[in-house]
């Protein structure tokens, strides 16, 4: 089992930057995907990024330039990094992670950005 939890979501204006954390309960080398996700209001989740238990990444079209996601093995915490924000980035944002076959999310934490 794998608990999940953000933390770093806040208001910011636009053209801010945030960096949300994800701190897992176990090793990051036993997990195979860690990924971020975001659900606007009255809005679908929409994927944002993943990064491989090897560090391979990838990003969203939407995000692509602006989001990094990053890991840190030693402290079991993977990171977004947020840029160049814009309102239509504010969401719920879910970090979430499959090992072996079973999915797992955190609780979520709001990032809200002004214009």
């Known amino acids: 089992q794998v608990q999940l939890v953000e933390s770093g979501g806040g208001l910011v204006q636009a053209g801010g930057s945030l960096r949300l954390s994800c701190l897992a309960s176990?090793?990051?080398?036993?997990?195979?995907?860690m990924s971020w996700y975001r659900q606007a209001p009255g809005k679908q989740r929409e994927w944002v990024a993943t990064i491989t238990s090897g560090g391979l990444t990838n990003h969203g079209d939407s995000v692509k330039g602006r989001f990094t996601i990053s890991k840190d093995n030693a402290k079991n915490t993977i990171y977004l990094q947020m840029n160049s924000l814009k309102p239509e980035d504010t969401a719920v944002y879910y970090c979430?992670?499959?090992?072996?076959?079973?999915?797992?999310w955190g609780q979520g934490t709001q990032v809200t950005v002004s214009s």
């Open positions: 979430a992670a499959v090992a072996g076959t079973i999915n797992y």
């Open positions: 176990r090793s990051l080398f036993s997990i195979n995907l």
